[in-house]
C-alpha cells in the first residue's frame, strides 16, 4: 500500500472557504506527489455531530475532491486504547489531576517553556494520588512522561521548526483520546507520510512528531499552509457573512480560492496542472465576501 496526505475535518460546524481552501490544498500536495488521499472525519469530541460530518463530506465532493480512503476516527476506539495500553506497558503514561487553572497557577521553574505543563503529577507517590483523587473527585487525564524539552520537526513551507515537547495529555479524564494521540496513531495505521494543514497547528507538530517516534512511527513530511483570516485579521465565522460553500456557491468559492493563490485554473485538476509548493503564498489571505 502506497503512502498518503489527508484532510481530517472535525464535523463541529459547517466547512468555510479557508477549510475549503485548506483541504484543497492538501489534496493538491498529496496528487502532485503521486500519494493517496485519506479523507478522515475526527469525530471523537462529544461536540461534534454525524450530519454536520455527512455536510462536509458533501461540500468536498461538490468542490472536486477524490479520496481513496474514508474514514471516521469513532470507529476506531480500539486503535487509541491498544497505543494508551502500549505507553502503559512500558510505564510512560501517568494519571494528572489538574484542572486548567491549576496549570494556569502553578509554579514553574524559571525556564520553563512559556505553555508546558509544569508536572505537578509527574511523580505523585501511591498516598498523595489517592489524595488528590480523593479531592477531585473526578477521572484523571493520561500524560506522556517525556523526556525532551523541545522536539524540532521541518516544514515544506517553515523549514525547521522547534516547540515545545512537555508531558501533553494522551486520554482525556472523560477517557477520550486526546487529539494528539489520534492523530497520531490514525496517520500511522493510514500511511500517512504527509501532513498538510493549517499554519495555526504547526505548535502541535513537535509534540505529535515525538509521540510518533516513541511508538515507533516514522515522522511525516510537514507543510502547514497560510490560513485565511477575516478584514480583522481573526478566524473566520459567520458574523463574516458568506463563508460557507452553500452560501458562496460551487463556482465562485473555487475562482476565490484559486484566484487567492495566484491561479486562473477553475477547478481542481486545472488547479493541480498549476501547483507550485515552492511559490503558496506564506502570509495569510483576508477573506471578503464581497
Request: proline share 6%; aromatic share 8%.
Amino acid at each position: 500500500m502506497m503512502n498518503a496526505g489527508r484532510f481530517a475535518p472535525s464535523p463541529s460546524a459547517d466547512l468555510h472557504i479557508g477549510n475549503l481552501r485548506t483541504a484543497i490544498l492538501a489534496w493538491l500536495f498529496a496528487r502532485s506527489t503521486g500519494r493517496r488521499f485519506v479523507m478522515r472525519v475526527d469525530d471523537l469530541d462529544d461536540r461534534t455531530f454525524a450530519d454536520v460530518g455527512r455536510r462536509q463530506l458533501s461540500d468536498l465532493a461538490a468542490i472536486g475532491l477524490t479520496w481513496d480512503v474514508l474514514e471516521w476516527q469513532s470507529e476506531h476506539r480500539s486503535r487509541y486504547d491498544a497505543a494508551i495500553a502500549e505507553l502503559e506497558g512500558r510505564s510512560l503514561l501517568y494519571e494528572c489531576y489538574c484542572s486548567r487553572r491549576d496549570i494556569a497557577q502553578a509554579p514553574r521553574a524559571p525556564h520553563a517553556p512559556q505553555g508546558a505543563y509544569p508536572g505537578t503529577c509527574r511523580d505523585l507517590t501511591d498516598s498523595e494520588r489517592a489524595t488528590r483523587r480523593a479531592e477531585t473527585n473526578r477521572p484523571p487525564a493520561l500524560r506522556l512522561r517525556t523526556d525532551a524539552v523541545v522536539h524540532t520537526v521541518h516544514d515544506v513551507l517553515h523549514g525547521d521548526y522547534t516547540g515545545i515537547v512537555d508531558d501533553f495529555v494522551v486520554r482525556r479524564g472523560d477517557g477520550v483520546p486526546a487529539y494528539n494521540l489520534a492523530v497520531v496513531v490514525d496517520d500511522a495505521a493510514q500511511r500517512v507520510d504527509q501532513v498538510v494543514r493549517g499554519d495555526d497547528l504547526l505548535p502541535s507538530s513537535p509534540r505529535q512528531a515525538y509521540l510518533a517516534r516513541m511508538l515507533g512511527y516514522t515522522e511525516p513530511v510537514y507543510a502547514h499552509v497560510a490560513l485565511v483570516l477575516n478584514e480583522d485579521g481573526a478566524r473566520l465565522a459567520k458574523r463574516d457573512g458568506a463563508v460557507t460553500l452553500a452560501e458562496i456557491g460551487v463556482p465562485r468559492a473555487l475562482a476565490q480560492i484559486s484566484g487567492s493563490l495566484g491561479w486562473r485554473a477553475r477547478d481542481v485538476e486545472g488547479m493541480l496542472a498549476e501547483f507550485d509548493p515552492a511559490a503558496l503564498p506564506r502570509t495569510p489571505w483576508i477573506y471578503q465576501p464581497d
